[in-house]
């Protein structure tokens, strides 16, 4: 089994920055793909951003330049850096990380954003 904490989400003004972290235990290791999607009211989840063995890195169009993903596999934990924030970037964040064939999700996080 794999659990997947998030934290870091709250209200801040347009232009300003939040930073998401994920932590999650169980059976993953560094090999394990990790990413942050978000979903706001009446739209369907979205991948933000997303991180896979050796690094490599994937994002929407929307958040590219103003987003940046990260990972300690150390501690198992990614990381969200978002900067320039919209309020069309408000939304719960969820976090997602990848087992085999298997998708762990964790309870999501809200990120308003005012303008």
């Known amino acids: 089994q794999v659990q997947v904490v998030e934290s870091g989400g709250g209200l801040v003004q347009a232009g300003g920055s939040l930073r998401l972290s994920c932590a999650a235990s169980?059976?993953?290791?560094?090999?394990?793909?990790m990413g942050w999607y978000r979903q706001a009211p009446g739209k369907q989840r979205e991948l933000v951003a997303r991180?896979?063995?050796?690094?490599?890195?994937d994002y929407a169009d929307i958040v590219k330049g103003r987003f940046t993903i990260s990972r300690d596999n150390r501690k198992n934990t990614v990381y969200l850096q978002m900067n320039s924030l919209k309020p069309e970037d408000t939304a719960v964040y969820y976090c997602?990380?990848?087992?085999?064939?298997?998708?762990?999700w964790g309870q999501g996080t809200q990120v308003t954003v005012s303008s």
């Open positions: 997602n990380v990848q087992v085999r064939s298997d998708d762990y």
């Open positions: 991180i896979a063995k050796f690094g490599f890195t």
């Open positions: 169980g059976s993953i290791d560094s090999r394990n793909a």
